[in-house]
C-alpha cells in the first residue's frame, strides 16, 4: 500500500519557522515529481513548491524566498523548510507525487498528482 505521511506542522508566531516533512512508503518516488500544496479554509488547495527527481524546485510567488523545498531520495522523504512565516501561510499543508515519472516540467495542477499524504496543519499567529 503506497502512503504519504505528512508530520511537522504546528502553531508557530509570525516570524518563526516549521520544517515539515513527508515520508513515502509502498513505493519509491525517485523518478516523479514531488510537491507541496496547501489549502486554507474556504480556499481551494494551491501549489506551493515541488522538486523534481533530479533537484530542480519551483516555487509560488508567495513563498518565493521563505521556503525551501528538498528531497532525500534514499530515505523517500521530502521537505519544507518555511521560514519567516506569516498568517497567510496558515492552512494545511498536504504532499503529493507526481503521476508521470521523470516529467520534464513542474506541474502545479492537482490533477498531475495522483499520491496525497492526510496533510498537515500550520497555524502561524500574528
Known amino acids: 500500500q503506497v502512503q504519504l505521511v505528512e508530520s511537522g506542522g504546528g502553531l508557530v508566531q509570525a516570524g518563526g519557522s516549521l520544517r515539515l516533512s513527508c515520508a513515502a512508503s509502498g513505493r519509491t518516488f525517485s523518478r516523479q515529481t514531488m510537491a507541496w500544496f496547501r489549502q486554507a479554509p474556504g480556499k481551494e488547495r494551491e501549489f506551493v513548491a515541488a522538486?523534481?527527481?533530479?533537484?530542480?524546485?519551483n516555487y509560488v510567488d508567495s513563498v518565493q524566498g521563505r521556503f525551501t523545498i528538498s528531497r532525500d531520495n534514499a530515505k523517500i522523504t521530502v521537505y519544507l523548510q518555511m521560514n519567516s512565516l506569516k498568517p497567510e501561510d496558515t492552512a494545511v499543508y498536504y504532499c503529493?507525487?507526481?503521476?508521470?515519472?521523470?516529467?520534464?516540467?513542474?506541474?502545479?495542477?492537482?490533477?498531475?498528482?495522483?499520491?496525497w499524504g492526510q496533510g498537515t496543519q500550520v497555524t502561524v499567529s500574528s
Open positions: 503529493a507525487a507526481d503521476k508521470i515519472p521523470l516529467r520534464l516540467e513542474i506541474s502545479p495542477a492537482r490533477d498531475d498528482y495522483d499520491y
Open positions: 522538486i523534481t527527481w533530479n533537484g530542480r524546485r
